[in-house]
């Protein structure tokens, strides 16, 4: 019980004050996400740069309109890529992806996910696990289309 109540409020915080929302310049890739199932919509924005030979998250900014799972969603993943290798937060992304969906009996890795976990009791809602991968989805489809710009 305490520990929902305590997912709950880090998802209401980053509800009601999200991180790196707003559309920043300049940017590698911009995509526009929408999620029919709950009407949410995201617009993405993704830069990248090169660290230490690999590809790696510069900045990523956005703006969201919809429920307060998909717009916290978004708000946490800008926190857990920016500044990783491509690599690595494609890595995070994978691991979100098998948290949502495990149906409620996952195990999150705290360490990997950070604030994220909040999320995993939103895989028990089919429903609703759309909103919460929606953020991430828009990243993963900007990011790739950034290393096409890069290697084109
Ligand atoms: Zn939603």
């Known amino acids: 019980m305490e520990f929902e109540s305590m ?28 999620n029919p199932l709950c009407g949410d919509e995201v617009t993405m924005r993704v830069t990248l740069k090169a660290a ?12 969201a309109l919809g429920c307060s799972i998909s717009q ?10 920016i500044g990783k290798s491509v690599d690595e937060a494609m ?5 979100f992806l098998a948290l949502m ?16 976990v909040a999320f995993s ?9 759309k909103c919460a991968l929606l953020g991430w989805m828009a990243w993963k ?5 950034a290393l096409e710009e890069a290697s084109s």
């Open 141 to 145: 489809d900007a990011t790739a289309r």
């Open 7 to 34: 997912y709950q409020d880090i998802i209401l915080d980053h509800y009601r004050h999200p991180h790196n929302k707003g559309l920043r310049d300049p940017y590698d890739a911009e995509v526009h996400h929408v």
């Open 72 to 81: 916290a969603s978004a708000s946490v993943m800008t926190d857990l890529v």
């Open 121 to 129: 009791g939103v895989s028990k809602y089919p429903a609703r696990i």
């Open 91 to 95: 890595a995070v992304s994978q691991e």
């Open 52 to 63: 230490g030979g690999v590809p790696a998250v510069a900045d990523v900014s956005y703006d």
């Open 101 to 116: 969906q495990s149906k409620g009996a996952g195990e999150p890795d705290e360490d990997l996910l950070e604030d994220a």
